[in-house]
């Protein structure tokens, strides 16, 4: 999130006003889908996305909105510190700390992976997530996620 925020480009180029406006109304207006804003997609390309929606995939991305449900399975984008309960520890983690994270998660959920399919779309993390991974073999695997 915070590599997003700082101009990193996840998957759309950033519109600094776009963001604003969509930021704006849901201040104003509470929670919002991307169907209550009324701007068109550029093109009729299978991934092509309105501006709006970009923004709000944007600012999710960057962990400004946070989704706190779906509505006919559209996403309803709310600010954090509306969704975020208090007393969340949402503190920046070590890159060991988020290492085990994901090698936790992905064995949860599947059992089995490579590292480098825990380190997708996080880059830099790739050396750092097999290393993890090596360590705590040594220590004993994940036990944990049982």
Known sequence: MQRIAS????LYKKDPKQTRKVLQRIRE???????DFTDKKS??????RSPSKRALETLFMEGVLMIPRRKNFHKVYDLRERVLPE???ASMPSQDELCRHLIF?????????????MAYLRRGLGARMSQTAANMVEEGGCREYA
């Open 7 to 10: 101009g990193k480009s996840h």
């Open 29 to 35: 207006e509470g929670p919002l889908t991307a169907k």
């Open 43 to 48: 093109s009729d390309a299978m991934w092509a």
């Open 87 to 89: 007393g969340v520890d």
């Open 105 to 117: 998660s992905n064995m949860r959920a599947h059992g089995l992976a490579l590292s480098s399919e």
